[in-house]
């Protein structure tokens, strides 16, 4: 029986920052110069270089610019210069940070229903970065995974929870940062839905024994939801219909 409903917010929740990133790509020269948009994310996302800067990145394990200043010589360091040194990760990051602060309506419709009428817990496990640099002591953030800190004071209202990577220290697919949600709320692995719109991280949550749903649209993403925890009301569906 499901007891908790856990989403991921970029893909999810918010629109997929793939948008944002195809988009930086096309406008910034690398598409017209014959660089292929898989051979963009994996130099910029993908290699081990990268991944390990963004994973250190996410986990607030290094400050913004001193990320900015190692993910550019990465980037830089690939052939030809003459394209990839057009490559800029403050800008890109920011941009990403910009695009992605719209939740979908449609999902939180859903999100609220489980919440009031089920009496699901709901909540969200992302992977997020602190932007700009902090004060040495952090005593106070300058920056937040979001530009808007109300809108983000907002979205908060409609979870039980959000566990942040960059806060926990842990990012996904690593299974200690779904472990420390089934701790935290007392329930089993099979108790849980997870939604995500990237395989990786639905790889390592079904492991665990998670119920898991892959989000490859929001409209196929809410019915089956739905399905996984019963919801068959016509009236729900309809409401979330004229939505989409």
Known sequence: MIKAVLFDLGG???????????KYYEENGFQSAGVTFQDFIRVVHVQDSSRHLISLFETDNIHFETFCQKLDR???SQEPTSIWNKFDTKAYFRNIDQFVAQPNQKMLSLVNYLRSNCKLRVGVITNNWFSYNRPVDNSQDEFFCFKDLEFYSKLQQHFDF???????????????IFQL?????KIQSNEALFIDDLGINLKSASKMGMKTIQCVSVEQAIQDICQQVGIFESSLLDALACKM
Request: hydrophobic share 45%.
């Open 74 to 76: 990465v980037v830089h």
């Open 162 to 176: 959000i566990i942040e990577s960059r806060i926990v220290k842990v990012r996904k697919p690593d299974p200690s």
């Open 181 to 185: 949600v089934l701790h935290g709320l």
């Open 12 to 22: 999810v929740i918010l629109p997929s920052p793939y948008v944002s990133i195809r």
